[in-house]
């Protein structure tokens, strides 16, 4: 018996929600299933697991358990059947494809097996088992490169203890609630250990509780200053919180920490690209790609870096240079297509084809082919297969991300709960007076870098980037609390003074100064979430503008379900959760409209299509700015635009593109269903 490839830690699965008494009978059922497993006794074991399905037919340890037990009694084919049911349950489960692994090898289908363990990584970085097969069959295979990638993973989990072992799984497999009473737990024992101390950052900032993320890690570096790993997370954390200039002076550190570790120098190109110093960032990508041109992520770096910039020929040549280098990257795919003015040629639709239909090609690669696929069949006019790949590639994305839609319209019904007319009485005269930032807000594809774009051309306004400040005040004002507690905020709100209020808008005016290089009186902040927190935004900064750009939710709803994003936006990936999110949105629009009148400017995109220069005046008047030629010429703006529409908001505008989702409405039921009669009508 291989007991190596399973062990009691790896075969804690149980879930965070409340079990019902069949399913506590089945768990039970399946401890003493394990036991039995660990006697040898399979017989017992495996009729265990039957009565366990038997009380609870959809108990995941139980599928599990009885996959593992048919593989160690010799009948791994049985073994196969019975962990395709559990992927069909659960597609995003990491141990599943470790077992189908497992079982694929037992059968000296190694090709497969490569595919499963990759598959397995993917879903979950925890699973050492399968980190221990990808090196020896990477290095079998001569592919030293990812075996010693892979050995490297291995020391890093061997090195942990075991505790904290477990809880990079539970990460990855969405209990979060679990691994954070776990790794606190730890650091309460152990007192202060700097990877518990960074698996728990990792947790907090995985729940946008970045002050906190922020604090643990800058602990590790009082703690160990030479922590070099410590030193890494927090600059990608600087960097993911949109503080940008200090990223770039902590990257500049660990450069000067540890020199000549190219991991480092690509980290700190990153940060210099993202104040804008897109001439150095290039030079350091190519250095590197001189150094290691076989490395398809550099070339991937400079293609982003040209598009940025507006340089797309040459992006092109670098996106095609990614997937030379490694045929099967995915990302460099959908970088083409995530261009929206490119046009796949017949061999690359073929070779994305053949690759993704390939059994060991991995998740993350898969899922950005199904989307690139997506796009280019659509281009062709191929809707059926185009809304095959689409759909695929958004289920694969959700399970992975694990989105559940409930838990936005529960946030959004508290602002409708506690964001009233009596607030704002209240508070009425407080905040900062600043009139500079103008939040251009709404969904997603709905047209807000059109907009922004537009604007940016006026000489008093200043395109900035979709700032993560006023997402991160409210969970700063929301506080550290646990999976299922109610939430503070925004109930809290009006537990808040006036001086307090002013503080948190001249807050954000410092910590957005970084983004406005021109000096104009106006500069935008673009998020598209902050439509969740008008109300905070009236409550600190009175005098801001904000224009929600609106656009018809059929439309809007599935571009974004077709939009594979970098990060976030997790309620895109299926047609109903974008459904729900759409609705929750125009929901809690409406209501703001109804307590703050007059507060926000609906633009619909689809006017500003028909009627450029009206629409134009229209926003101007509101903002109070004279109206100027240059911003019906905004496709001749040169600035850098880092969203998925860059490419199109440097073209004059296109009827063509509005009414796209009409080619693929025999398919779009399931999002009618949830917009209604009413909303599926725009």
């Not at 925004?490 to 006036?498: E, M, S, T, V, W």
């Not at 005016?509 to 008008?534: E, V, W, Y």
């Not at 959760?577 to 689809?606: C, F, I, T």
Request: charged share 25%; net charge negative.
């Amino acid at each position: 018996m291989e007991t190596s490839q399973i062990d009691r830690m790896e075969m804690d699965t149980t879930t965070d929600q409340i079990p019902s008494s069949a399913h506590q009978q089945a768990g039970s059922l399946v401890d003493q299933a394990k036991a039995a497993l660990q006697r040898g006794q399979l017989d017992e074991a495996e009729q265990l697991c039957s009565q366990a399905l038997a009380a609870s037919p959809q108990h995941r340890d139980a599928i599990y358990t009885l996959a593992a037990i048919q593989r160690y009694a010799g009948r791994p084919l049985d073994g196969l059947a019975t962990i395709a049911k559990l992927i069909a349950l659960d597609p995003g489960y990491g141990r599943a494809y470790q077992e189908r692994g497992h079982c694929l090898r037992a059968l000296d289908r190694m090709d497969e097996a490569l595919g499963a363990y990759q598959n397995a990584v993917a879903f979950n970085l925890g699973l050492l088992a399968s980190w221990k097969m990808l090196a020896q069959m990477h290095g079998a295979a001569g592919r030293a490169e990812a075996a010693g990638f892979a050995r490297g993973q291995c020391a890093y989990l061997e090195s942990l203890p075991p505790e904290l072992q477990a809880v990079i799984s539970l990460i990855h497999e969405h209990r979060l609630g679990k691994a954070e009473t776990q790794v606190r737990a730890f650091l309460q024992a152990r007192g202060h250990h700097t990877e518990g101390m960074r698996l728990l950052a990792d947790i907090g900032a995985r729940y946008n509780s970045y002050d906190e993320a922020e604090f643990l890690l800058e602990s590790c570096l009082v703690l160990e200053p030479d922590n070099t790993n410590a030193h890494f997370d927090y600059v990608n954390l600087l960097h993911k919180r949109q503080k940008f200039g200090q990223a770039l002076e902590q990257a500049t550190a660990l450069c000067r920490k540890a020199p000549d570790k190219p991991q480092f120098d690509l980290l700190y190109a990153n940060q210099a690209l993202a104040v804008g110093h897109f001439d150095e960032a290039l030079t350091i990508y190519r250095r590197q790609i001189e150094q290691t041109p076989e490395n398809p992520t550099l070339h991937l770096s400079v293609g982003h870096a040209l598009k940025t910039v507006g340089k797309q020929d040459e992006a092109i040549g670098a996106y095609r240079d990614a997937y030379r280098v490694r045929p099967e990257f995915g990302d460099a795919y959908w970088s083409l297509a995530n261009l929206k003015t490119y046009r796949f040629e017949e061999s690359e639709v073929a070779q994305m084809r053949e690759i993704e239909d390939q059994p060991n090609t991995q998740l993350v690669d898969r899922y950005h082919l199904c989307f690139a696929l997506g796009k280019a069949l659509e281009d062709r006019g191929d809707y059926a297969a185009s809304f095959a790949y689409y759909e695929r590639g958004n289920q694969l994305k959700r399970d992975e991300v694990g989105y559940d839609w409930r838990r936005i319209t529960q946030e959004i019904a508290l602002q409708q709960e506690h964001c009233g007319p009596e607030l704002f009485e209240r508070f009425k005269g407080s905040g900062s007076p600043a009139a500079d930032p103008i939040f251009i807000l709404g969904l997603p594809r709905a047209g807000s870098t059109l907009l922004e774009q537009i604007l940016s051309s006026h000489s008093q306004v200043e395109g900035t980037l979709e700032l993560p400040n006023i997402l991160a005040l409210a969970h700063r004002i929301d506080g550290l609390r646990r999976i299922g507690e109610d939430a503070n905020y925004p109930g809290n709100l009006i537990d808040l003074d006036g001086t307090k209020l002013a503080e948190f808008g001249e807050a954000f005016l410092t910590d957005t100064r970084i983004h406005r290089k021109a000096g104009t009186p106006f500069f935008i902040d673009k998020m598209p979430n902050n439509f969740r927190h008008i109300g905070l935004i009236q409550l600190i900064l009175p005098n801001a503008r904000i224009i929600d750009a609106r656009r018809g939710a059929m439309g809007c709803c599935f571009s974004g379900f077709k939009q594979l994003f970098a990060e976030g936006q997790e309620f895109t990936y299926g047609l109903e959760e974008v459904g729900h999110y759409y609705s929750d949105y125009v929901g809690l629009m409406d209501h703001w409209d109804a307590v703050l009148p007059g507060k926000v400017l609906r633009m619909q995109y689809e006017a500003v299509v028909d009627d450029l220069e009206g629409q134009t005046r229209r926003m101007l008047d509101f903002l109070e700015l004279p109206f100027e030629a240059a911003c019906l010429n905004f496709h001749e703006t040169e600035r850098a635009v880092r969203t998925a529409s860059s490419e199109q908001v440097r073209q004059p505008i296109f009827r063509s593109g509005v009414d796209q989702w009409e080619k693929f409405s025999d398919y779009l039921d399931p999002l009618r269903g949830v917009l209604g009669p009413e909303l599926s009508q725009t």
